[in-house]
Nanobody, 121 residues
Framework: QVQLVESGGGLVQAGGSLRLSCAAS????????MAWYRQAPGKQREFIAR???????YTTDSVKDRFTISRDNAKNTVYLQMNSLKSEDTAVYLC???????????????WGQGTQVTVSK
């Protein structure tokens, strides 16, 4: 089993910054892909960014000029640096990791519990 603990959310004024963290622990042989999603009230879950085991990243166009994803493999942690925040960024932010839990070629997806980000105008 793999556990994900997110942190770094909170209330911030428009134009401000936040840095989200998501730390993975448990039965981890290798972490493949790490990603961030968000879900605003009444809306579908939205993909934000992903980073693979070679540190290649992809960020959705709507935030790519403001958000940066990174990872620390030694800490099994993925980060999301969010700058120039807007009210429309208000949502629950969730991390998602794809993990190999043993040397056998089976990979599993896990989700964090989410961290609330609220941006005031």
């Amino acid at each position: 089993q793999v556990q994900l603990v997110e942190s770094g959310g909170g209330l911030v004024q428009a134009g401000g910054s936040l840095r989200l963290s998501c730390a993975a622990s448990g039965s981890i042989y290798r972490i493949n892909l790490m990603a961030w999603y968000r879900q605003a009230p009444g809306k579908q879950r939205e993909f934000i960014a992903r980073i693979d085991s070679g540190d290649a990243t992809y960020t959705t166009d709507s935030v790519k000029d403001r958000f940066t994803i990174s990872r620390d493999n030694a800490k099994n942690t993925v980060y999301l640096q969010m700058n120039s925040l807007k009210s429309e960024d208000t949502a629950v932010y969730l991390c998602n990791v794809n993990v190999r839990v043993s040397p056998l070629p089976y990979d599993y997806d896990y989700w964090g519990q989410g961290t609330q980000v609220t941006v005031s105008k």
